[in-house]
Nanobody, 124 residues
Framework: QVQLVESGGGLVQAGGSLRLSCSASRTFAFYTMAWFRQAPGKERDFVAGITWRGDRTYYGDSVKGRFTISTDSAKNTVYLQMNSLKPEDTAVYYC??????????????????WGQGTQVTVSP
């Protein structure tokens, strides 16, 4: 089993920044980690993903150029730096881990392990 613990959500004004963290209780020989988000009444959408080595990153179209995903493998931790936040970024953000692939996918069903979620609210 793997526990993922997120932190760093909160309330911020439009244009502001937040940094989310996700710590994993363990990792695997090959794995990927990603951030998804889900707004009320909407699907869970891919935000960003990163390879286990941290050498390749992937982003959803709506966050490219504003969000940055990174990892500290020594700490089993992945980060999501969110800049230039917009009200439409408001959602619950989830950290996810897929232990079966080295390339992150955008489909939430591919991920076996999930954090509890952290609320991000961006006011106009």
């Amino acid at each position: 089993q793997v526990q993922l613990v997120e932190s760093g959500g909160g309330l911020v004004q439009a244009g502001g920044s937040l940094r989310l963290s996700c710590s994993a209780s363990r990792t695997f020989a090959f794995y990927t980690m990603a951030w998804f988000r889900q707004a009320p009444g909407k699907e869970r959408d891919f935000v960003a993903g990163i390879t286990w080595r941290g050498d390749r990153t992937y982003y959803g179209d709506s966050v490219k150029g504003r969000f940055t995903i990174s990892t500290d493998s020594a700490k089993n931790t992945v980060y999501l730096q969110m800049n230039s936040l917009k009200p439409e970024d408001t959602a619950v953000y989830y950290c996810a881990l897929d232990p079966r692939t080295s390339i992150p996918t955008t489909f939430h069903g591919d991920y076996d392990y999930w954090g509890q979620g952290t609320q991000v609210t961006v006011s106009p």
